[in-house]
Each structure stands twice: as C-alpha cells, then as structure tokens.
DNA sequence: AATGCGTTAAAAT
DNA sequence: TTAACGCATT
C-alpha cells in the first residue's frame, strides 16, 4: 500500500513529535487506518461475525484515540474512503484472495482447537467493511465529531482539505500510516500515532527547503515528487521491473521533467516498459493531482485541482479513471454517510428498517466498479432512492439519483438532497439533545457495570420533552422524500447485540397531505430506554 | 558497488 | 502488516 519503500526513503525527513504540538488546530484522520488496527483486536470475532460486544472493539479503539485528540484540545475531522477507483481494481482483487485464504486457514487451525493459531491468520483475514464504517460514523455523529466519506480516495479528500485554509473548514495536518498522502502533496502528514500522540511527522516544506539533508529535494517541486512516486510504484501503477525509489529519485534529479524521465526509461528499458507505460503514467499522476474530491461549502464533487485544458487533451478528454462523476445530490449522501459508497445503496439505520428500503437500483455501463442494474424491490409505500447513471453529452459517466417512484422523475434533485441534509440534522439535533438534557437521577445507572473509564460508558437516561417534538415536527413537515425515520441513539443493547435498536422512531405519513409526527417506543424494556452511551474517557 | 526484490522476524492489543 | 536482512542482478 501506498508509494514502495518511500518512507524509508525520506527517513532523514521524518522527525519524531507529538500531536500536541497541533492544539487548537483542526487535524484530518484517515479512518481506514484506525479502523484497521482497531479491528485487529477483534479480528476473529469480525471474521465469525461473533463474539457479541468484543466485535465492537474497534469502535472503542478508535473513539480513545479521538478522546486522546480531543484532550489535547485538537478538532479531529475523520474522513472514510468512498469507492474504489477502477486502476485500483486488480490491487484491490488481490487483497481480496488473500484475505479468503486466510480465512479458510484460519478455519482449519481453529477446527484443530489450535485458537492461537487461528487468530493469528484471523487478523491477516480481516476487511474493514463499509457497515464497520457506518458504525463509527453514528457514534461520531452523536459525539458531534466532523466526518466525511470522501467520493473515491479518502487521501485525495484529506489532501484537499490540506490545502484548504482552517477558517474554511481546512485541517493542518494529517494522521495516517499512508505514504501516497505524500504524493498527494499533503503539507504535514503525522505517521505511526500511538495512544498517546507520540508519532513520526514528515513536513513537505522541509524537505523542497533543506539544503543539508541527503537525499537532496532542493530542486524538485511537488509535480516532480508526485512523478517519482508514481515512477516508483503506487496503487494506482506498478513501476517498470528494476526501478525502486532510488532510481526512480535519480531519473527525477537528473532530467527534472517527467516526460523527459519517460522518454530515458524507454531508451534504456526498451522491452521491460509496457506497451501503454506512459498513458498510465499520465492517469496515475492526474489521480495525485486531480483526484475527485467532495466540496464541503460546494456541496458537490470537484477535482482536487482544476484540470488545465491542455492535460485535458493529452487525456483524450476522458477523465473516467478518476471515477465517474457523481452528482451534487449523490455525492452529499455519501458524504453524509447516508449510502453506502460501495453499493449505492442506502444504509439500513437499522435491521428493523429493512423493509422500507429498497435496494438501489444501479445501472451501470463502462467500468467494473458498479454493479449492472439490480432488482429494484421499492414498495410503493417505502420511498428511499433509486439511482442510475447515464453518460452526460460529454461522454463521459455521470452517476445520479433519482427519487423512486415514476411520478418524481426529473423533479428537484436538490429538494430530495436538502430532506437528507434535514434527516442528518434532525439526527444530530436529537441525539445530542437527549445527552444535554438534565439528569433524571436513575436507578439503572448501576445495571450497567461499566468501568468509569470505559469510552462506552453509560451518560445520561432521558426522554424527549414533548416541547422538543414541537421542533421537530416543524423540520419534518418540511421532508417530503423520506418517509419513515428512525432517531438514532446508542442503547447499552448495541454493546450486548450487535444491532442497535431504535429507542425512538419518527414517522413520516407520506400519503397524508399534513405530515404528522407519530412517536412510539419500539422498545417496552425500561432499562435500555432513552438511553445514550458517550464517550468521555480519562486520556 | 548499489539497488531491487524476496523472505523472515516482530510488534501490539 | 511493516521493517530489516540478505541474496541476486545490473
């Protein structure tokens, strides 16, 4: 993963620090990253699908280490990868068998009774899933933590808000174990955090300024270092047989333009450069450079730097492997965490709700990154979304969402993205509320035994004031598109169960012409009522 | 001699 | 899954 060898590369540019050095500012984490050590720690129970509350513990893993930056008076901004891009297929393939056989051996070690050994394949076999993702993503919305789901490349998205000033929602730094945030030109990245926020910082500016250091980056700029990481070997792009970083560092210093460096390689290397070397070359630097990336203030996708006309016309003036172009509306349900990236389907909030949504269905022509039309199963009285795609005038694939049901066809994309926005706020409007609402001294504080350190520990036990459904029922009697909405809150049965259950549920009558609000308690049980885990744990 | 590349050892929760 | 070690190739 990430750029070969490169890290090792720039070790006189590595500097040990720690992150309290960015407080007060707004730092960008890669979820991935975090969620993938987190989930090593309950890597067999995540591969069985077992385990009860253990499989949750990457939840807590990666809630510490937001609780630690928050301690430190730092604003973490989480961003999640969205979907593959199509020149990362085969890597992503490859991964993909690995992670099969593991887990097959896995199996075998543990029918020997040899558990040891089976967790030790299980932790090789572990995939970060898109429902792993959405797990986190409603806890952070209940802790108010900012959070993107990046259209393609989280890196891409974090590398934007890089160079995005703090004021409009940019971060200062990065958390990652991902060498490619350096081919995407990200000023700080922060590698190998542990617990505490000792890690191994690389500034970008230091290394084009330094003038001691060896290797020298005197005279490359960020264009020249993208090329040789691209040269060296990246996802998106593996490099020519015989060429590693340090090659790859000497081409770039001795002819200091990439075409020129693409040129020798193919006078020296005649036969071993593939027949399409540089058009991949080509498309594997504009990913760096241009990635699609989500606008927050924009609301929209646009590249991580305008494209000039002229790398437009070298392209062919086809930018599909940048991944498609999505639309605003899509593109902020993604964003919002509301679709699942991957499937464009909708996320189930919970099991409960599985009838009401219908699976998305997907039409698809070029690229095998989305799957070609699946049953739609929209039951007239459940509006979620169907989404298509269709190629633009341009040529190029543009994915859209459009409403379910024939009669909205063509109406007012933004109306059906602003009722999202509006269940997203409603969402966080509610959850938090219930925390900051005062204490009604209860006997079940107790039934939970849960250390007083424990990131899950129990906060408050409250009730919705019937004043507050007054406001609600204002904002939902402006949602048109949804139809039935469940408020989310965490119960202790989310650590018992993996599911969460609804502590309450709003509902939406569509065919009604006055939107009523209908409030009930799906759940009789007192203990786990109204209730709402938090995460405010000593550091 | 230098560098790419495969293999092995170890870390951490 | 990464880092370091050593072999083999240019």
Known sequence: ?????????????????????????????????????????????????????KKLQYLNYFMHR????????????VVFDGGN???????????????????????????????????????????VTPSMARQLIQILKSENIQFVVAPYEADAQLAYLSNLEEE????????????????????????????????QEVVLDNVFSCVTRVPSFRHFNKDLFTGMCVLAGCDFLSSVPGIGITKAYNLVSKYRNL??????????????????????????????????????????I????????????????????????????????????????????AFNVFPSTVNHVSTANIKKISGPFFR????????????????????????????????????????????????LEEAVALQSMLCPSISTRKEKKSQQTEELKVPHNNPFRKRRVEEIEPDEMDSVTELVSEITEVESLEVVCITPESQKSVESKPVKRIELKRDTKEKKVKRSNLESSESNKNTILNFFSPV
Not at 278 to 296: G, L, M, P, Q
Not at 302 to 319: A, G, I, N, R
């Open 372 to 419: 070609q039309e699946t049953s739609t199963q929209a039951s007239k009285d459940s509006s979620v979304f169907a989404i298509s795609s269709s190629k633009s005038k341009k040529e190029s694939t543009v994915v859209e969402m459009k409403q379910a049901p024939d009669e909205w066809k063509g109406s007012l994309f933004m109306e059906e993205r602003e009722c």
């Open 85 to 127: 891009l199509p020149c990362k297929g085969v890597t992503e393939d490859e991964r993909h068998k690995r992670r099969k056989t593991n887990r097959d051996q896995a199996m075998l070690k543990l029918k020997e009774g040899n558990v040891a050994g089976a967790i030790e394949l299980f932790q090789r076999a572990v995939s």
């Open 168 to 199: 409009k929602n940019g971060i200062v730094a990065v958390i990652s174990e991902d060498s490619d945030l350096l081919a995407y030109g990200c000023p700080a990245v922060f590698f190998k955090m542990d617990a505490h926020g000792n890690g």
């Open 259 to 300: 075409d020129r460096v693409l040129s020798m390689l193919k006078f020296e290397k005649g036969d071993q450069v593939p027949e399409d070397y540089t058009k991949s070359f080509r498309e594997a630097v504009a990913v760096f450079h241009h990635a699609r990336i989500y606008d927050v203030s924009l609301k929209r």
């Open 302 to 345: 646009k590249h991580l730097k305008p494209v000039p006309e002229e790398l437009l016309q070298l392209l062919d003036e086809e930018l599909d492997f940048l991944g498609p172009e999505i639309l605003p509306s899509l593109a902020t349900a993604i964003a919002q965490g509301n679709i699942d990236p991957c499937t464009m389907e």
């Open 66 to 77: 937001i609780n630690m930056l928050r301690h430190y008076k730092i604003t973490p901004v």
């Open 1 to 53: 993963m990430g750029i070969k060898d490169l890290l090792r590369f720039m070790k006189p540019y590595v500097e040990t620090a720690h992150i309290k050095k960015y407080a007060g500012k707004r730092v960008g984490i890669d979820a991935y990253s975090w969620l993938h050590k987190g989930a090593y720690s309950c890597s067999m129970e995540l591969c069985l699908n077992s385990g009860g509350d």
